[in-house]
């Protein structure tokens, strides 16, 4: 089929990516694969994902797996028992456009993510809805308490920056950094980071 055809190369795009940046980059530095529940569902994600990080010597610490909160809530059981054996892996998990409903926190306790990342439209309207601000402060009080980290997305101008990390949230993505890379100008930004 197509997508698992898609989803094996982007493995395996991703992973040969990660070993050219390793000249670039800390070590121990983590890389994210956004993965649908489709590819979980499929049944055979694990097989492709073991074999994607044999093939190009990848240790499994060095991957994060980012579930969207809406499909990791309504996966089936085959999608939740491929999340449980990604974790036993030892492969990092992040809930993405995480949300502060009850099922969101009951998922959190059930599958131990490591990361959850903060709904971008919070972030969005941070400057102009008080609101806002105050759901922030409960999920990064959350991840501190219970010890994973949270990022905040769409972070797009160093007022959004410096008023997140008053509200405690030292992690962040967006073009207030950078823009999504290829991975030649990516090995150069980091470079350039690093000088």
């Known amino acids: 089929r197509f997508e698992e055809e898609l989803a094996r190369w982007i493995l ?7 070993n050219m940046l390793r000249s670039e980059i800390s070590s121990d530095t983590t890389f994210s694969v956004n993965v649908s529940p489709h590819q979980l569902d499929g049944g055979i994600f694990l097989k492709n994902l073991t074999a994607a990080m044999k093939a190009h010597s990848i ?12 499909d990791a809530l309504s996966g089936s059981q085959l999608t939740l028992q491929q999340i449980r054996e990604v974790r036993k892996l030892g492969i990092k998990l992040a809930m993405d456009d995480f949300g502060m409903g009850h ?9 131990e ?14 400057l102009t809805n008080p609101t806002c601000g105050g759901i922030i402060t409960s999920v990064v009080n959350l991840g501190h308490s219970l010890n994973f980290a949270v990022i905040a997305e769409y972070v797009e101008t160093q007022e959004q920056r410096d008023t997140l990390h008053e509200l405690g949230c030292n992690i962040y993505q967006g073009y207030y950094y950078s823009k999504p890379l290829p991975i030649e100008e990516l090995c150069v930004y980091a470079r350039i980071l690093r000088a």
């Open 12 to 18: 395996d795009r991703t992973f040969r990516d990660l």
């Open 59 to 70: 240790r499994p610490e060095l991957i994060k797996i980012e579930i969207t909160e809406k």
């Open 113 to 126: 993510f490591d990361t959850i990342k903060i709904d971008g439209a919070l972030v969005k309207e941070l």
């Open 103 to 111: 099922s969101s926190l009951m998922y959190l306790k059930e599958y």
